[in-house]
């Protein structure tokens, strides 16, 4: 319920009581300018152009948002993979890296980046000088993969390779139980 200007209470059931001058006048008009309203609507969401009333979409100059990789990294990226690869190991791809594996563990991911290689390796296979070398994960993060090497020119390349072969070994390695 709710009142009128003439303070009269009225229902929503109830037809509402005009004067009889507004009523026509708006009744009118309101179609007509429903009308008017939807066309400009129309026309604003599909403007028309010179070539038959079709829109035509201009292809913008593509703008390579993907990072540029130097051809030095990337050769030496290809060359590391290639080389474990060799050595017996089998590669996941994934967008993000490459993980080497040997059977069914994982020696370690390689991310190619713009300016480097960024090496995740196991800290259980690394020598003490190798470790030293590498940014640690904390244990409170559960990685298995648990040391970071970046590689940027080949004087760490020979080293990420060298962490390479010693992860690749120490999952080789047979235990002996018995003794």
């Known amino acids: 319920m709710r009142k009128s200007k003439n303070s009269k209470v009225i229902t929503d059931q109830q037809p509402q009581e005009q004067t009889p001058v507004n009523t026509p006048a708006v009744k009118e008009q309101a179609p007509q300018q429903a009308a008017d309203n939807k066309k400009v609507q129309l026309q604003e969401q599909a403007p028309e152009n010179a070539a038959g009333g079709k829109i035509v979409e201009t292809k913008k100059p593509e703008t390579s948002k993907k990072k540029q990789i130097e051809p030095a990294i990337q050769k030496m990226f290809d060359k590391m993979i290639t080389y474990m690869v060799d050595k017996g190991c089998t590669t996941k791809e994934t967008p993000a890296y490459t993980g080497l594996k040997c059977g069914k563990h994982n020696i370690a991911e390689v ?18 000088e190798n470790i030293d070398l590498c940014k640690a994960v904390p244990d409170t993060y559960g990685w298995t993969l648990d040391c970071i090497y970046k590689v940027t020119d080949q004087q760490t390349y020979d080293k990420a390779v060298e962490m390479l072969e010693q992860g690749f070994n120490f999952r080789n390695t047979v235990v002996d139980i018995n003794g």
């Open 111 to 128: 991310y190619l980046q713009k300016k480097g290689i960024r090496l995740h390796v196991n800290s259980q296979s690394l020598s003490a």
